[in-house]
Nanobody
Framework: QVQLVESGGGLVQPGGSLRLSCAAS????????MGWFRQAPGKVREFVAA????????DYADSVKGRFTISRDNAKNTVYLQMNSLKPEDTAVYYC?????????????????WGQGTQVTVSS
């Protein structure tokens, strides 16, 4: 069992940065693939970034490549999403998710546990 709690969301101006954190409880975190998804108003939830259990493999949606970085600290049971050069279209509720397998998935169905989400708003 893994419980996930996101934090770090907020209001930021275009071009600004935010770092999201996802704190996990449960011993399974260090062996879990982790992902970040987001859902904008009126849109379906979409893949943003993911990392394997050891952090050596990562992947990103084309829309965030070069701007967002996913990382994890297994000693702290935390995964991060550093978001730079934010755009208004990045506005969404951001969710972290954990997969019992050590790999990651681009699809929601590949994840077993979800956080409650944190709001990110990019606006001047």
């Amino acid at each position: 069992q893994v419980q996930l709690v996101e934090s770090g969301g907020g209001l930021v101006q275009p071009g600004g940065s935010l770092r999201l954190s996802c704190a996990a409880s449960g011993r399974a975190f260090s062996s879990s693939g982790m992902g970040w998804f987001r859902q904008a108003p009126g849109k379906v939830r979409e893949f943003v970034a993911a990392t394997s259990w050891h952090g050596r493999f990562t992947d990103y949606a084309d829309s965030v490549k070069g701007r967002f970085t996913i990382s994890r600290d297994n000693a702290k049971n935390t995964v991060y999403l550093q978001m730079n050069s934010l755009k208004p279209e990045d506005t969404a509720v951001y969710y972290c998710a954990a997969a019992q397998s050590g790999s990651y998935d681009y699809n929601e169905g590949g994840y077993d546990y979800w956080g409650q989400g944190t709001q990110v708003t990019v606006s001047s």
